[in-house]
């Protein structure tokens, strides 16, 4: 078995362009930044929702599948999109321009319970509206402005008392400056429940956006994209 955390950082380490990336406190960082993507416009359905085959764009920030200049995610089976994350490692283009998937294979919005609003859900290869598909795709972030700090909520899967499912696995979180080239990353273990995860980005201009990675049995939503918003010059 491939431990991904470890190519990461034997590669990541050996690029020149890096900044210090450290986990912050989502709660405090939300009440202080003006940036926020809720997916509340969408119209509340119950899983599997709506198909969203466009990118979904907002005040500041834009989301969809990929980077331009990478391919959209076309192999079958879960957590795909480790190996486009790994290759992301030789730099994107500059600006970061984002692009969605393949109709089907792009974003879903739904209700969910666990985080009890609606969600995000990166769409796997199976596509729409298979509920294999949802949570198991990758997604790529670009802010309008460079970033110092940024955060959203991420479901991996539904508490199991129990114990009859499998352990979540990882999501892998890679953050790219405005010139293209990776300043961070980060090695998300995922676990049942609501995940509050934030960052900060010290040295360099900030991030430009980042994309995100699943190695994951039962797939991710996402929700509350927290970031600043830079006030127009008077």
Known sequence: MIRWGLVFWAAFSALPAQADVLRADYAEMAGRLAGRLDFED?????????????????????????????????????????????????????????????PGRNMAVSLHDGLGSNALYPLGPVGFPDVGALG???????????????GFRLHA??????????????AFLMIFGRDGAPIGFDVIRLRHGPMDLAWRVDGGPGAAGFTL?????????????????????S
Do not use: W
């Open 136 to 150: 198991e795709g990758t997604i790529a972030v670009r802010f309008d402005t460079d970033q110092t700090e940024f």
């Open 157 to 170: 899967d539904y508490d199991d008392p129990l114990g009859s499912r499998p352990a979540p696995g990882r």
């Open 213 to 233: 990675a699943p190695d994951d049995p039962g797939g991710y939503a996402l929700d509350d994209f927290i970031f600043a918003l830079v006030a127009p010059a």
């Open 42 to 102: 969408f119209a509340p359905k119950p899983e599997p929702g709506m198909s969203v085959d466009s990118l979904i764009e907002a005040e500041g920030i834009t989301l969809g599948e990929h980077v331009v200049g990478r391919p959209p995610q076309t192999a079958p089976g879960p957590g795909p999109g480790q190996f486009d994350a790994f290759f992301n490692l030789m730099g994107l283009p500059p600006d970061l321009p984002i692009a969605p998937g393949t």
